[in-house]
């Protein structure tokens, strides 16, 4: 019998606020069984790196997700009822992994990203001086939201000025995994991810026309001939897209949201970040590990195992929570304390671990340094408004805030 734990999954104030929920677990209940599910809690540091060394047990492979029942509670959702099994590169086992990842890492190298950072840059400038000069505004809509989803559709080959579409898309990915939609709204949400798999087929029917090159120049490119070299089908190609795009939209505009969200309540800080900036890269870091963009991720459950002295049955899933790892007493000194100088930063997971370590880090990472440069840069300094009220979407899959509302001053010197 499971050790009784007084928060609830779905609390809405659990899902606004989770850390003494993961604190729970931790103590008392690393793995945790949701109740009247066949989903497990996994919390700890350590079991959660026991499962992802374990590929014959766990499955990576996206087979069933928690929704919120008629009676408000959580259920299980097979995705047999969507289709089937999300198997496509965060979610595909070896040796589709690999061949995945392969097609797509050359996009995301550091060659690419130095290429990309002009014009990231460019971008990024805009945005901030338009808020500064309102002086007043949501830093949500037009940085941490746009910003991301406007960098993939560029490394992905696809239209710029389509990225409001894209990012509904991406955001409705997200929905899907947030354990707060009904039976009802999964079918609305499946709609929204057949338009964007319709939107994506047209691309890569468009590319596939192109004559084939030596050298891709985007995702889109690598992915078509993958499929022309007999790696992947249509479909896979198609499902990258997809997770990819969701992913850039999720996860890093989380990350920055979370990093400017700390600033804006630390004045200390954010002097100390302008007198150096070489340290964002650090501040950053520990924001991963804090406030993990993402909480946590599935995995599907192939044999019984035993796990933490829980029997884990076949059939069943695990969601591996992340930003509970990150918050380990085992692991990490003073956990719930922001400290940018301190010396256990590079075991955090929040950008996962092993062959599924997140592909797209190095552009999270880069995206949300220049985002900070940019504003601290372009003003002595920010606060939150008060006036408006601060709240995460409701979701146990990603950390992001719904928005974040600032009062901006520009630096001594300079018009607005």
């Given amino acids: 019998m499971q050790p009784s734990i007084k928060f609830e999954l779905l609390d809405p104030d659990v899902i606004e606020n989770p850390y003494p929920f993961y604190d729970s677990l931790l103590s008392d209940a690393p793995v945790y069984q949701v109740p009247g599910t066949e989903v497990y809690l996994v919390s700890s540091w350590q079991l959660i790196h026991k499962v992802l060394k374990n590929q014959l047990d766990y499955s990576a492979n996206l087979t069933g997700i928690i929704i919120t029942g008629s009676d408000g509670q959580p259920e299980l959702f097979d995705f047999a009822q969507f289709g089937g099994a999300v198997d496509a590169i965060a979610n595909a086992d070896e040796p589709f992994h690999s061949v995945h990842r392969k097609l797509v890492l050359p996009q995301l190298n550091s060659r690419k990203m130095a290429a990309m950072e002009d014009e990231l840059r460019d971008w990024v400038g805009d945005g901030v001086r338009q808020l500064v000069a309102a002086g007043q505004s949501d830093c949500v809509g037009s940085l941490a939201n746009a910003i991301p989803v406007k960098v993939m559709a560029r490394l992905a ?228 408004d008060g006036s408006f009220k601060i709240g995460h979407v409701p979701s146990i899959f990603v950390r992001r805030l719904a928005q974040l509302n600032l009062c901006l001053s520009a630096p001594l010197g300079t018009d607005k």
């Fill in 157 to 384: 080959g696809l239209p710029v000025e389509d990225v409001d579409q894209l990012l509904n898309w991406a955001f409705s990915g997200g929905d899907i995994l947030a354990g707060t939609c009904t039976v009802e709204r999964m079918a609305e949400l499946a709609a929204s991810t057949g338009e964007m798999s319709d939107y994506l087929k047209r691309h890569f029917a468009i590319a596939s026309e192109q004559p084939v090159s030596g050298t891709a120049q985007n995702v889109l490119e690598e992915l078509v001939l993958g499929v022309k070299q007999g790696l992947i089908s249509e479909p896979d190609a198609i499902a990258i897209l997809i997770v990819l795009v969701g992913a850039a939209g999720e996860s890093t505009s989380s990350l920055v949201g979370s990093a400017i969200h700390i600033l804006a309540q630390e004045e200390k800080l954010q002097q100390r970040l302008r007198q150096n900036p070489a340290l964002i890269e650090r501040y950053v870091e520990e924001v991963v590990r804090l406030e993990s963009p993402f909480k946590g991720h599935y995995r599907a459950v192939l044999n019984e195992s035993q796990l933490g002295g829980v029997t884990i049955p076949a059939n069943a899933r695990v969601f591996l929570l992340w930003a509970a790892a990150n918050r380990d007493p085992a692991v990490f000194a003073e956990p719930s304390k922001f400290d940018m100088d301190r010396t256990d930063i590079s075991k955090h997971l929040g950008f996962g671990y092993g062959i599924h370590f997140c592909i797209g880090a190095r552009l999270a990472r880069m995206e949300a340094r220049i985002i900070l440069e940019e504003l601290l840069q372009q003003t002595s300094s920010f606060t939150i």
